[in-house]
Every structure is written in structure tokens, then in C-alpha cells.
């Protein structure tokens, strides 16, 4: 408000001293003289006019400021909110991945690049013991800690979602067959090397086995990932706690 009665009376006194200036050079050349009423009109009515003009002004002007101030910062909390939404919509709550939908939105788009790469599907081993023995609590811990291991694995473009309950995959980007299977076998390890441990001590073991395909440039999404599925299943076969490409 200070700032508005400033600027108002300084508009007051610039107004006095042009009304002033005009008043003394044209009038002596009309013949008259600025004295008396004149003169007293000369300083009262710029006085008069500017100010309440001024304050109605400034004041409505730092009105519209605000509320343009108040708008932009909204419209910035609007866009933070849904840049959280998009990001919370796609994501797998537990892990931080990919849920399915978003993962298979990715490999697709990656697909329709031409990209070619290793697509891995894992199962988590005997993860319905640790539920059962363990509770439910720890089961999450395991697949929030298999998440953390899976993506500090990952490169810059690679892929990497929770496809649901204890089943992960990851798309390689790019990765040439002998790359796929090198980190295939990288992930069985850093999974089998988590030292997770229940509250009483007790070392909870984490294995996944490992269903793995390699696709070419203009692959379909589904059905690569329903061959990976397939070699999953042997893996499981297999005795778990194996990679099968």
C-alpha cells in the first residue's frame, strides 16, 4: 500500500509542476498573468484530478498483478501435480519400476524405433515361502529390494519394469545376444547376493530364474515376451536359479 501512495503522489507532483510549465508559457502569451485564482487552480486541480485517478490505478493495476502472480503460481502447481500423476500412473508403487502397462508401452515405442535388443522376464524362487514363513511385510522388502538391484544394473536405455506379483523383466536396448545373456546371469547374481535378513537375524535367500529372448529390430512386443515366458518356464523347470535363452 506505501508504494502505492508513493507512486500517487508522485504523479500528483509531476501533474502540478506540467500543469505548472504549461500554465506559465501560454498563458502570458494569451496575454494573462498566473496569479491568484489562477494560480491556485493551476496547483489544486492536477492535485485534485491525479490523485484519486492514481490510486484508483495503481491500485487496480497491483490488483491484476497479484492475481496474475497467484495464476502463474498455480498454473506451476497444476503441472508439478500432473507431472506427478503421469509419473506415479506408470510407475509400480513397491519398486519404483515400470508397471506392466508403461513397460510394454516402452519396449513397443523401442520396437517401432527398429530397435533390437534382450528382452529378460524373471520370477522370483519360492517367493511364496518367504511370504508364508516370513509375512507379507518382507515379501515387499524383497521385491523393493530385487527392484533396487535390477535398476542399478540397467544402463542408460535400458527398460526395466515390475510386470506384477514377484514377476520382473527388463528390455536391454540395443544389446547383442552375447550382452543379454552376460547380464542375465549378472542379475541371478547381484539377486543371490542381497543380504536381506528377517528382524531376528535370520538370512532370507533370493534367487530368480530367468526367461531370456532376443529380438529383432520391429519385434512384437507381446509375443517376444510370451517367448521369454516360455523359457522362463524352463528355467523353472530347470531346478530355478538359472538363466535359459
Partial sequence: MYAILGRTLLVAVLSTVASLVISFAFVPMMGGRVAGAGLVMTIVCPIAISIPASLVH???????????????????????????????ARRDALTGLLNRAAF???????SNDGANGGLLFLDVDHFKSVNDRFGH??????????GTALQG?????????????????????????????????????????????????IRIPLGVSIGAFHCAPRFDPAEALAAAD??????????RNTVVA
Avoid: C, W
Avoid at 516360455?230 to 531346478?239: D, M, Q, W
Fill in 153 to 201: 544394473l540397467a544402463q542408460q536405455n535400458d527398460i526395466v519394469g515390475r510386470l506384477g506379483g514377484e514377476e520382473f523383466a527388463i528390455f536391454l536396448h540395443g544389446a547383442s545376444a552375447e550382452r543379454m545373456l552376460d547380464h542375465s546371469q549378472a542379475v541371478r547374481e547381484a539377486v543371490s547376493a542381497i543380504d536381506f535378513r528377517h528382524p531376528s537375524g
Fill in 230 to 239: 516360455r523359457n522362463l518356464y524352463r528355467a523353472k523347470s530347470a531346478g
Fill in 137 to 146: 511385510a518382507a515379501g515387499d522388502e524383497a521385491l523393493h529390494l530385487i
Fill in 58 to 88: 495503481f491500485y487496480q493495476a497491483d490488483r491484476l498483478r497479484r492475481a496474475n502472480t497467484a495464476l502463474a503460481e498455480a498454473r506451476d502447481a497444476l503441472e508439478k501435480a500432473y507431472d506427478r500423476l503421469q509419473y506415479q
Fill in 104 to 110: 510394454m508401452d516402452e519396449i513397443a515405442a523401442s
